[in-house]
């Protein structure tokens, strides 16, 4: 059973569009939750991170956990070129990261 | 701002040899991982280090692999023997603390084996 499931897309959105990214995970004992950004070729870049449920806000961007269903999302106002990119999700237990696979977005001008 | 830096950026090698992979830490991070991305593929975990010892590591971080930190400021991936399958991105990243989720790339050393 994979630790950190997301959906590999790709995901091709037009500009202005609201994105939506999403992500599961099995182990409840996660607490810390964190998405990234990567452009190709490129080390990922942390662009979110959370503690356990609820929302956190910045900028455009919007990450959401709900421990319940054990679910992580990604929400991006106003998408824009600049945001094609793959968003990889993770999490953090003892002293280990877990990544999803990646969500490959394209924002079409 | 602070960053992670990684050297070389590329390296090319024939199939058997070693290779050094080095990384220096952003300066007030104590916590150090290398991880692996093969083309396309998800971005795996191989081992982390903390006090100048590793904490943990996985199952692909076998006898072929070792890190060290020679010098208090570069932290090294060595590969001895490479195989072609080692050919992946190797990323270091760093933390300042080891029990929260904030970690900080570098920006990969692409490792091509021949």
């Known amino acids: 059973q994979k630790e950190v499931e997301q959906d590999p897309g790709p995901l091709s959105v037009p500009e202005g569009a609201i994105v939506s990214l999403n992500c599961t995970y099995s182990?409840?004992?996660?607490?810390?939750f964190m998405w990234y950004r990567q452009y190709s070729r490129k080390g990922p870049e942390l662009l979110m991170y959370?503690?356990?449920?609820g929302n956190k806000e910045d900028g455009r961007f919007t990450a959401q956990v709900d421990k319940s269903s054990k679910y992580i999302s990604l929400f991006i106002r106003d998408s824009q070129p600049s945001d094609s990119a793959t968003y990889l999700c993770?999490?953090?237990?003892?002293?280990?990261?877990?990544f999803g696979t990646g969500t490959s977005l394209t924002v079409i001008p | 701002e602070p960053e992670v830096t990684q050297t070389p950026s590329h390296q090319v090698t024939q199939m058997g040899q070693e290779v050094i992979l080095r990384c220096v830490p952003i300066?007030?991070?104590?916590?150090f991982y290398w991880y692996r991305q093969i083309l396309g593929q998800k971005v795996e975990f191989l081992v982390s280090?903390?006090?100048?010892?590793?904490?943990?590591k996985s199952e692909i971080f076998d006898d072929q692999f070792s890190v060290e930190r020679p010098d208090g400021s570069n932290f090294t991936l060595k590969i001895r023997s490479t195989k072609l399958e080692d050919s992946a991105m190797y990323f270091c990243?760093?933390?300042?603390?080891?029990?929260?989720?904030?970690?900080?790339f570098g920006e990969g050393s692409r490792l091509t084996v021949l």
């Open positions: 990243a760093t933390s300042r603390q080891g029990n929260t989720g904030e970690l900080f």
């Open positions: 182990n409840s004992a996660f607490q810390y």
């Open positions: 959370t503690y356990s449920s």
């Open positions: 993770a999490s953090y237990t003892g002293n280990q990261f877990y």
């Open positions: 300066s007030n991070h104590l916590y």
């Open positions: 280090f903390y006090n100048n010892e590793i904490s943990e």
